[in-house]
């Protein structure tokens, strides 16, 4: 993986002629505006000459617009790049999906200056954080043949902290660095090919990732697994010759008053089974882990960030292989508590593992339990490729969207029709995975079928939970557009860290 150092800049710091400097911009009435302190450093006549230029290039302001020209006169720098707001009016989403463009496209081994005229730190955050997110580029597994002259993501981003007091500045710096690198951290993992991540080395690697943070791992191999129940697990990952793995990864500050439980789908990755994929939907199935993955990032990040609240991420891993030992369609498993399933799909698996994961949240009757999985291809039917839908505890949705709208991440209410659980019912289990040939609602069976699974608080109450379908938004596969590249995306990592914020205050 590489991204950009970001770090900050004095405005008072004069540019050199091996930097380009960045600025926004907006159009209203025909009229360029540019936002940055360019008027204050270099003069108002420099100012209207660079929008000047830019009118003359019919440049409109909007989203994903970028523009680079020469440096006007009087500007010492290698050039100036001008990137569309979208609105003249810039929200902090705005600001932060203006700084990913400007991540992404502002390629070369030039420095960048970012100079967008924050005015606050939560600005600040959001530029610093969309710069790091957008100059995102993964080159583990490029080799020799790689051309030199393909574009590369800048490596070095300051941004221009205008007034802003120092120790404000340092503070936002610190919290875009740590939220973008937990982003980061998710589209490195998905990104390894099956070859080289499976559930016994993806465990090894988060006891590597927590070195140094207050956060303990536990790990439960194939035969713990079986010993302690874990039938979901255990079943989906018997057809490989790489085991599975249950890793549980928790973060519990003395100061926390607030439990959240996270469980993430991890099948690093699937075939489909005995129910086998046809061989184009195969590929990419290395990103069916990026579930466990997210809630792995969230932990971390959180760690680092110092917040006062308890996370634990039960990371549900399995490679789902055809094998002569692999489950069959109509075998039974026995999830950890003891209620059965009818497997009729061994392609639906990933709500079979996190079953386990739900379960074994639910025994430590935490606050809320929210789930991250690539469940579904009828969450992209239904909602596209930038939408993650969002199914279970109203007042629990609500605060996810909350936290959603301040990541300015797109995150869709669905419901969990109470008409839709007779489908699942079984002729000799508890419940069955699938209801075969049914094609309606695909997404809102597989939400049922996981809330059999969460447990109850200790006064009977079902416990608060989430469940975020990401098949969608989980990679991009056409070009990048803001701060999301192409590839792995990182969804919902964001989310999860703000409303961890939210339950630090509550």
């Not at 789908?265 to 086998?276: A, P, W, Y």
């Not at 009729?344 to 079979?352: F, P, Q, S, V």
């Amino acid at each position: 993986m590489t991204s950009a150092s970001i770090s900050l800049r004095s405005p008072d710091q004069q540019l050199t002629e091996e930097e380009v400097l960045v600025v926004a911009a907006s159009t209203a009435d025909g009229e360029v505006s540019v936002r940055g302190s360019l008027g204050a450093s270099f003069g108002t006549e420099i100012e209207a000459a660079l929008e000047a230029s830019l009118e003359a290039v019919a440049f409109g302001g909007k989203k994903d617009e970028f523009v680079r020209l020469p440096a006007p006169a009087g500007v010492t720098a290698k050039a100036v790049a001008v990137v569309g707001l979208g609105t003249a009016e810039p929200d902090l989403e705005a600001l932060r999906y203006a700084a990913g463009v400007a991540g992404r496209r502002a390629t070369g081994s030039a420095p960048v200056v970012l100079d967008f005229g924050v005015e606050t730190p939560a600005e600040l955050e959001a530029v610093a954080e969309g710069a790091g997110l957008g100059s995102y580029d993964y080159t583990d597994y490029r080799g020799t043949g790689t051309s030199s002259e393909e574009p590369v993501a800048p490596r070095r981003i300051e941004v221009v902290h205008g007034a802003l007091a120092a120790e404000d500045a340092a503070t936002a710096l610190e919290r875009a660095r740590t939220s973008a690198e937990a982003v980061e951290l998710v589209r490195d993992l998905v990104n390894v090919p099956a070859l080289d991540l499976y559930p016994a080395n993806y465990a090894d690697k988060v006891q590597e990732l927590v070195e140094g943070l207050p956060i303990e791992v536990a790990v439960w191999d194939e035969e713990q697994l079986v010993a302690q129940g874990f039938g979901g697990i255990a079943g989906v990952g018997q057809g490989s010759a790489r085991p599975p793995r249950l890793v549980k990864v928790s973060y519990h500050p003395a100061a926390a008053e607030k439990h959240i439980a996270l469980v993430g789908k991890g099948i690093t990755f699937d075939t489909g089974g005995l129910s086998l994929k046809p061989p184009v939907s195969m590929i990419g199935m290395k990103y069916d882990m990026a579930g466990s993955a997210t809630v792995l990032a969230a932990v971390l990040a959180a760690a680092r960030l110092d917040l006062p609240v308890r996370l634990t991420a039960w990371l549900c891993l399995a490679e789902n292989m055809p094998s002569g030992v692999a489950i069959r369609p109509g075998d039974v498993l026995t999830i950890r508590g003891g209620r059965t399933v009818e497997v009729l799909n061994t392609d639906a698996e990933g709500r079979l593992v996190m079953a386990d994961g739900l379960v074994a949240a639910s025994e430590e009757k935490p606050d809320a339990i929210i789930d991250v999985a690539t469940l579904t291809g009828a969450a992209v039917v239904a909602l596209g490729n930038r939408y993650t839908a969002a199914m279970g505890d109203e007042r629990l949705i609500d605060q996810v969207l909350q936290a959603a709208d301040a990541a300015g991440e797109k995150i869709w209410p669905m419901p969990l029709p109470e008409e839709l659980r007779p489908l699942l019912a079984s002729d000799i289990a508890d419940i069955a995975n699938v209801k075969p040939g049914n094609t309606a609602g695909g997404m809102l069976v597989a939400g049922v079928f996981l809330k059999d699974f969460v447990g109850k608080d200790d006064a009977g109450v079902t416990i608060p939970w989430a469940h975020l379908d990401i098949a969608g938004p989980a990679q991009n596969k056409d070009g990048g557009y803001g701060y999301t590249v192409k590839g792995p995306t990182g969804v919902t990592v964001r989310t999860l860290l703000r409303l961890a914020e939210a339950f630090s205050r509550a």
